[in-house]
């Protein structure tokens, strides 16, 4: 079992840019999470999912994206990339929806 | 809208000494209690679940108990090793809230040798 993991590890993009976070998790979980965790903000939840085919809105959802396609990828998109993005972005998963499996997290700049 | 508080927010102690981190929450309704650790760089790995109607929970030389009307937990660490230095965070999510987990903003800990 690789877990959760997370692609890409690091990306610097400019202001405007877009791109793509993938999670993917191997332990057919039916929860799925996107984090942010930010110096003197901790952890926020940005979007999650309840099952194939369904997303929810988070703490803070504005700017991002998200899609569930497949049961074990969720996707975290970012459209039109802004400097308040600069985050380590974390992915994480549960079955029953108790404890959660965190992937190693994504490091992003925006500048 | 469930808070979680952590204090203190960094704690440094000399190796065997006996770790106490406390977790508060504003709404006493959760779903469960959680302990997370993280290491520098890394993500966070889950340590301990306290279910609403426990009042602790126990792996190894790690203790945590829930007290709901207080709306309080504490983590326990015993005998103190360097490698227990981390950053620990809770997270409680309401039941209202599913898992949606709201986390403290952590207590950074350093044991020295």
């Known amino acids: 079992n690789a877990g959760v993991t997370q692609t890409p590890k690091f990306r610097v993009l400019k202001t405007g840019q877009s791109m793509t976070l993938l999670c993917a998790q191997d332990m057919n979980h039916e929860y799925m999470y996107w984090y942010r965790q930010d110096p003197g903000m901790g952890l926020r939840l940005i979007h999650y999912?309840?099952?194939?085919?369904?997303?929810a809105k988070g703490e803070v959802p504005d700017g991002y994206n998200v899609s569930r396609l497949k049961k074990q990828n969720f996707l975290l998109g970012l459209e039109s990339a802004a400097p308040s993005q600069t985050s380590v972005y974390f992915c994480a998963s549960t079955l029953t929806g108790d404890t959660q499996y965190f992937g190693p997290g994504t490091r992003l700049t925006v500048l | 809208k469930q808070e979680v508080t952590q204090i203190p927010a960094a704690l440094s102690v000399p190796e065997g000494e006996n770790l106490v981190l406390n977790c508060s929450f504003t709404?006493?309704?959760?779903?469960?209690l959680q302990w997370f650790r993280q290491d520098p760089g890394k993500g966070l790995t889950s340590l301990l679940l306290i279910q609403s109607s426990q009042r602790e929970q126990t792996s190894g030389r790690l203790n945590a108990s829930l007290d709901k009307s207080s709306g309080r937990s504490t983590l326990y660490i015993a005998a103190s090793q360097p490698g227990d230095s981390a950053t620990y965070l809770c997270a409680a999510p309401l039941k209202a809230a599913g898992n949606k987990l709201t986390f403290g903003g952590g207590t950074r800990v350093l044991v020295k040798p």
């Open positions: 709404d006493s309704a959760i779903y469960n």
């Open positions: 999912s309840v099952g194939e085919g369904t997303t």
